[in-house]
């Protein structure tokens, strides 16, 4: 099993290499074979997560190894669908090299297969981190977008043109799920920590710091929503918003001891 986790994070880093030449020569075929290994990798990280899944006999999300591996699946799905509906060939570099990084930094956790705590053994274990995983995996996705859009304009393409529209506008609505999705997490965070330690809010450190993310997109979409702000500044939103969620991730667990420190 761990074999799989191996192969499957060096097929990423394949994928990400010869997206990366490709984009260097130009050549078309090298993007494809990129497009292909990553599939491969994927079909892998998707093989074990169902393998560690069922020799745990729980969903595989309850230590740090254990979430970035799933975070990283699901950047990858969110990419697919990307890629696979709105032709998002241009995402690619990016979105792999997130993937690639989330992987080399879940190689570096704590690898074994433990028991839940008695506080995860609960009904809204699988939808409390399944939530936090795509959510995250959206706001990531939608820097990934940020990034391309802040490209574009650096090479001088117009604000107003259909393809900075459909960039601008694909980021929001990754926005628009991630924060669905997180807004999903601290509910239903709330009903379980009240089931779990009689009070709905604790000021966790990881509650915080997913209070603090939820403000910081709630911002950007009021600005977006009021369109008081241009399609440049929002992609610069989105990408320095990423420090935010990366921080509750992972921050918060190494350096900010609290009820959470297990995750």
């Known amino acids: 099993m761990t074999t ?12 990400l290499l010869c997206q990366l ?9 090298v993007k494809k074979l990129a497009w292909g290994v990553f599939v491969l990798a994927l079909l892998a990280h998707l093989g ?12 595989p999300l309850s230590s740090q190894f254990e979430f970035s591996c799933g975070f990283a699946l699901g950047v990858s799905l969110v990419l697919l669908v990307a890629r696979t509906r709105v032709n998002a060939d241009w995402i690619a570099a990016a979105g792999m090299a ?49 990034l391309r859009y ?3 304009h650096r090479k001088g393409e117009s604000p ?32 379980w920590a009240e089931a779990a330690w009689s009070a709905y809010w604790t000021w ?29 500044f929002l992609s610069w939103y989105v990408i320095l918003a990423i420090p935010a969620f990366l921080f509750t991730f992972a921050g918060v667990n190494k350096l900010i001891p609290g009820l959470h420190s297990y995750a």
């Open 150 to 152: 802040v490209l574009q």
């Open 98 to 146: 997130a993937v690639t990084l989330l992987m080399v930094y879940a190689s570096r956790q704590k690898m074994e297969i433990n028991e839940l705590m008695p506080a995860l053994r609960s009904f809204w274990f699988n939808f409390h981190i399944g939530a936090a995983v795509f959510s995250y995996a959206a706001f990531l996705v939608a820097g990934c977008v940020g």
């Open 4 to 15: 799989l986790f191996y192969v499957s994070l060096g097929l990423y880093g394949a994928a």
């Open 48 to 59: 074990y997560f169902v393998w560690r899944g069922l020799v745990a006999q729980r969903l």
């Open 21 to 29: 030449a490709g984009v260097l020569v130009k050549k078309e075929g």
């Open 204 to 232: 966790d450190p990881k509650e915080v710091w997913a209070l603090i993310t939820w403000i910081i997109y709630a911002v950007y979409l009021h600005i977006r929503l009021r369109r008081s702000c241009s399609g440049l």
């Open 160 to 191: 107003d043109s259909d393809r900075m529209k459909r960039l601008e506008y694909m980021s929001y609505r990754l926005v628009v799920l991630g924060f669905l999705l997180l807004t999903a997490v601290i509910v239903i965070g709330a009903i």
